[in-house]
């Protein structure tokens, strides 16, 4: 069975439930081999929202006229839905919530997105800061811009179009870390605050951390690890962030590393910064 997770959903009948029959007009039954569906809406009796009870369709040849036309956010259709290009799909919820997973790791699963420009630091932030948390217990896992397109995203190129749909993947997947309990660290140059912000609408309660690197231009490139800074200089990369394709420094980050006049802070205190943020706000339990 499944349901909508935001306020609405699709749930077994108040009889498999061992429920009273709910006020009328709370409800609306729909019948189709194999199955019957009872809906949930808003304004209902709250106390018939929970437990929601999983339940097998058999048969997704049947639709129902009321429930096929209901538009509610993030889903079309409540029996057979389209998501994207994906048709007849339905959302399965797991039988272990989140927070019985962050309690068995002792911390508040997360997304610490890095952003800034190349050769700002952020690959070298990233691996101190899991590192840092390693070593005090906790579970992370890097999601690194240039590792992923080794793999995930090496159909994309360059493009605007593409960059787009690389984070776009880095926050989906980046979610269903965080959902599984982790503290889940995305380096990536991601220039665009569009983008950013699509990603921290992904998750919700405060668990999208962004840390904006704000080390200058020619500091970055001065320091150049990769080498492209040179290339782009040369026309030989073109659309290169920072020389003739836009950075939009974030305007309402949780944290911001600055460097100043060539005196950046080490590893290990960008790291600190972060690790005392998460405590802070309670992501680390000990």
């Not at 009870?53 to 889903?75: A, E, N, R, V």
């Not at 999601?143 to 776009?168: P, S, V, Y």
């Not at 030989?236 to 920072?242: A, S």
Request: a neutral charge; proline letters at 6%.
């Amino acid at each position: 069975m499944a349901r909508q997770r935001r306020g609405c959903g699709l749930s077994a009948s108040p009889e498999v439930r061992g429920e009273e029959e709910p006020v009328a007009g709370s409800w609306r039954r729909t019948q189709g081999r194999g199955c019957r569906w009872w809906l949930w809406l808003p304004g209902s009796s709250p106390s018939m929202e929970q437990p929601w009870q999983h339940y097998t369709i058999h048969d997704l040849s049947f639709q129902d006229p009321y429930l096929t036309s209901l538009k509610l956010p993030g889903i079309d259709k409540l029996v057979t839905s389209t998501v994207g290009k994906s048709t007849n799909i339905l959302w399965h919820d797991c039988p272990i919530a989140q927070f019985e997973r962050q309690k068995l790791l002792n911390q508040k699963g997360c997304v610490v997105w890095i952003t800034g420009l190349s050769g700002s630091g952020k690959s070298t932030l990233a691996c101190a800061l899991s590192r840092e948390l390693h070593s005090r217990g906790h579970l992370t896992y890097i999601l690194d811009g240039d590792n992923l397109r080794h793999g995930l995203n090496r159909d994309l190129c360059f493009e605007a179009k593409d960059r787009a749909e690389n984070i776009r993947r880095v926050g989906e997947v980046a979610k269903l870390f965080a959902d599984a309990g982790l503290i889940c660290i995305a380096s990536l140059i991601s220039p665009y605050r569009s983008e950013r912000s699509a990603c921290r609408k992904l998750l919700h309660n405060s668990t999208f951390i962004e840390v904006f690197l704000n080390v200058p231009l020619e500091v970055c490139e001065a320091r150049d690890p990769k080498g492209l800074y040179k290339l782009a200089r040369a026309g030989k990369i073109k659309g290169f962030t920072g020389i003739d394709d836009p950075y939009e420094p974030p305007s309402d980050c949780e944290i911001v590393i600055q460097c100043k006049a060539g005196d950046c802070p080490t590893p290990k205190s960008m790291a600190d910064q972060v690790v005392s943020y998460l405590e802070a706000n309670e992501f680390l339990q000990d």
